[in-house]
């Protein structure tokens, strides 16, 4: 028994002895892990292993797919020093082909630990690696540590996840789907579509997204963690969406469907209303022989506005074919009585407002009249401010643009609409009109770059005249800058107080941040351009929350709130 025992020590002892004599060479067995990897929302092809149950990543693979995030780094190999070196937030450089090796699942690597040292931005770091077949493998959560990205398990879908580093007052909301790209972009179109993201407050303390694709209305709540708490979907009544506004009591969409055989009885725009939890309640319907429509929100971006049970839509529409068998585009105001959801005012061919082309539409209630304000590319050409109640209209031009009549091609976007104590407020921008020969549906002749000074056009609301209007340079692109400028928002914090913001791109029109500036109820500027590098703005117009500016754009799979600590 006793020669037993001895024996079954000296085995157990050199079995210890080779296992300790193995894990001091550091060599170990590794397995290709069987999940699938995700980076900054793309699914990518990379061969992670498993070691010792954790997950490890290819450093140059990793570093390849997260080039151009903000959580890009740069590899080079120190000889001299047997040193990997890394520089942060540097687009990586490697000048071989990208070629990630390939390994077969379920075959037994040999892993042996990596002698090379770590230097993070000149700073040595103790990480440990591994090199399988003269590659360096390391794992996912020491690298996150440093090198400031997110990494995640989703069991659902047996995914590894890593999403870049978020700029500070940036959160990624957390439980949500997310629908198509909506940032916004250095080109300008010549006309407008509607919005399709929107942001709301609601009263017991969450917000809620609302976007629309071609098929379904969504609306997701979260909490103040950007968690989600809700989420609901509604199906378009109509072949098109419209618009979204959140009244005092209610919810608001516009559906439209085209109409192009000229039915007068034929229904083009729907009105829902909706209560504050999204339940239908009714509707209002506007025909084509009412409207002469025969393309409902056509080159527009109808917006909506309320006062008491009072309720204007203001987009344009393609009409009937006139006598020299044209469809021409313009305008289109609806007033409407929400206390039994009928449409109160003319909404025939001509309106008192008349604008055609109008490619942008805004409106907003000062008292009991309505402010409108349209970018025009012929009658007028301008943009053009109307303020009235429906049956009668003032009109002032904010601004006149240069051109051939009904050129589409006008060098000018608009971005907002706002109402101060005092004046009228209108974001836009505008190229350099002194530099175009001649404008046409598709070109400004004479002008090398379609880029844009970011304007704010200012009335008084007691003195609508040309005369009294006063455009304001806010950021100037026009003269020599290499960066350029997006169309501007506007974000009304209190009757005297405004914030205007912006996307400003790189000449290769890559994003660099949003800039903004505080603007006083007259247009004026307070303080100074502030820039906040990594940020995004997208088609969903800025909100206030808790004494916050906050957005969210949706981009890579991924949606991300930005918020501006007022």
Not at 241 to 252: P, Q, R
């Amino acid at each position: 028994m006793r020669k037993i025992c001895t024996l079954l020590l000296a085995l157990c002892l050199f079995i210890f002895i080779e296992a300790s004599a193995s894990y001091a060479e550091g060599n170990i067995k590794a397995t290709v892990s069987d999940s699938q990897v995700i980076i900054d929302g793309k699914i990518v092809r990379s061969n992670g292993f498993n070691i010792q149950n954790y997950n490890y990543f290819r450093l140059r693979d990793l570093a390849s797919h997260l080039s151009g995030s903000d959580s890009q780094f740069d590899i080079t190999w120190n000889n001299a020093q047997n040193a990997i070196e890394i520089t942060t937030d540097k687009a990586y450089s490697a000048k071989e082909s990208f070629h990630t090796p390939y390994y077969s699942s379920g075959k037994l690597y040999e892993a042996k630990l990596s002698t090379a040292k770590i230097i993070i931005d000149g700073e040595v770091h103790s990480i440990q690696a591994y090199n399988i077949e003269d590659n360096t493998y390391f794992q996912l959560r020491d690298l996150a540590q440093v090198l400031k990205f997110d990494v995640s398990f989703d069991p659902g879908t047996n995914s590894i996840v890593v999403n870049p580093y978020l700029p500070e007052d940036a959160y990624q909301a957390i439980g949500t789907g997310v629908g198509k790209d909506n940032i916004v972009e250095s080109y300008f179109s010549r006309w407008s579509d509607p919005i399709r993201s929107h942001l709301i407050n609601n009263s017991d303390g969450t917000f809620s997204s609302i976007t629309a694709d071609e098929e379904h209305v969504r609306i997701v709540s979260y909490n103040k963690n950007y968690e989600v708490t809700s989420s609901k979907e509604l199906p378009l009544e109509l072949q098109y969406y419209g618009a979204f506004y959140s009244g005092e009591k209610y919810n608001f969409i516009a559906y439209g469907q085209d109409n192009k055989e000229e039915n007068d009885s034929k229904e083009v725009i729907r009105v829902v209303r909706y209560d504050k939890s999204f339940n239908r309640i009714d509707s209002v319907s506007l025909t084509g022989g009412k409207s002469f429509t025969v393309e409902p929100f056509r080159s527009a971006a109808p917006r909506m506005a309320e006062n008491g049970d009072e309720l204007v839509l203001h987009t344009s529409r393609l009409r009937y074919a006139t006598s020299d068998g044209k469809n021409h585009q313009s305008q289109l105001t609806l007033i409407m009585d929400t206390s039994n959801m009928s449409i109160t005012n003319d909404t025939g061919e001509f309106q008192k407002n008349h604008v055609s082309h109008s490619f942008d539409q805004f409106v907003r209630y000062d008292g009991k009249e309505h402010v409108l304000v349209d970018h025009g590319d012929a009658y007028p050409r301008s943009i053009v401010l109307h303020k009235g109640n429906g049956s009668q209209y003032k009109e002032v031009d904010l601004l006149r643009i240069p051109g051939n009549t009904g050129a589409n091609m006008t060098g000018v976007s608009l971005g907002g609409m706002e109402i101060s104590s005092t004046h009228y407020l209108t974001a836009y921008n505008k190229v350099n009109h002194s530099k175009v020969r001649s404008f046409t549906n598709f070109e400004m002749v004479g002008l090398d770059k379609d880029v844009r000074d970011i304007m704010l056009a200012v009335v008084p609301r007691s003195n609508l005249s040309g005369s009294a209007v006063n455009n304001v340079t806010i950021a100037k692109y026009t003269s020599g800058t290499d960066h350029i400028g997006s169309v501007p928002k506007l974000v009304k914090v209190d009757d005297d107080r405004f914030v205007v913001l912006w996307q400003e791109f790189d000449q290769q029109r890559m994003p660099l941040g949003v800039k903004y500036v505080e603007a006083d109820g007259s247009g004026n500027m307070v303080g100074e351009i502030k820039s906040i590098p990594k940020f995004v703005l997208s088609d969903c117009d800025p909100i206030i929350i808790e004494d916050k500016i906050v957005w969210f754009a949706d981009q890579k799979g991924k949606r991300v709130f930005y918020t501006i600590p007022l």
